[in-house]
């Protein structure tokens, strides 16, 4: 017989949950947890695996930690302000579908969300690059002139004074100019309290300027 025992609603709240004895059965029962999730890592997890248990009335415990059987009951689209963050969202509805349009060249604007750390700046010298001869491959010319514009000089939350993941992302920028009809554009003028500068126009204007001969892209 299925019985509901409880219900908790929370990520960072502590579960505990009295079951009656009338709803089991001698030998072996079954436990069944509805996890309910709208963002972040989901499942069930604790820091101490001994806090996940099953505890008999003599106080003897048996640990629920571990893999589990699991099946999706219901999927929903929650529209969250990450939600443009999810890989597939970007690619499969924002990207794809551009591959059928052609096009001259890209401009492609800084990279702060790959600076929240020196590991991510650093695999971002492969990421770059990647994604340049990705969409090279998707739209059928292997040197579609690709122009980008280098993360500013801007003291972003995570500099310390002996490591920067933003000037460690600006050299895995630079890195990619091995590439064929690759560009940079730089707006390192701008004082350090901008992390954008306030003449855009001007700035995208000077970034395909660049190449000589000079492509125009519009």
């Known amino acids: 017989m299925d019985k509901k025992v409880g219900a908790t609603n929370g990520y960072d709240v502590e579960r505990r949950y009295k079951i009656p004895a009338e709803i089991l059965k001698a030998g072996r029962n079954q436990i069944a947890i509805r996890v309910e999730d709208n963002g972040g890592g989901g499942g069930i997890y604790s820091s101490n695996e001994e806090d996940i248990h099953v505890e008999t009335t003599e106080g003897k415990r048996r640990p629920l930690a ?11 689209v929650a529209i969250l302000d990450s939600v443009h963050h999810t890989d597939t969202a970007l690619y499969n509805k924002m990207l794809h579908p551009l591959f059928q349009i052609p096009v001259k060249g890209v401009l492609w604007y800084q990279g702060e969300a790959n600076a929240n750390s020196l590991a991510e700046a650093e695999i971002y010298k492969q990421q770059f690059p990647a994604l340049i001869n990705d969409w090279r491959a998707h739209w059928n010319k292997p040197e579609l002139a690709f122009y980008w514009v280098q993360l500013a000089n801007f003291i972003s939350g995570g500099d310390t004074p002996s490591a920067s993941p933003w000037a460690v992302l600006r050299d895995s920028q630079t890195a990619a100019l091995a590439l064929k009809k690759y560009r940079s554009g730089h707006h390192h003028r701008y004082r350090q309290s901008q992390g954008y500068p306030p003449d855009r126009q001007n700035n995208g204007g000077r970034t395909p ?5 000079q492509q125009n892209l519009w």
């Open 66 to 76: 571990g893999e589990w059987k699991i099946k999706a009951d219901k999927v929903t």
């Open 209 to 213: 300027s660049s190449d000589r001969p």
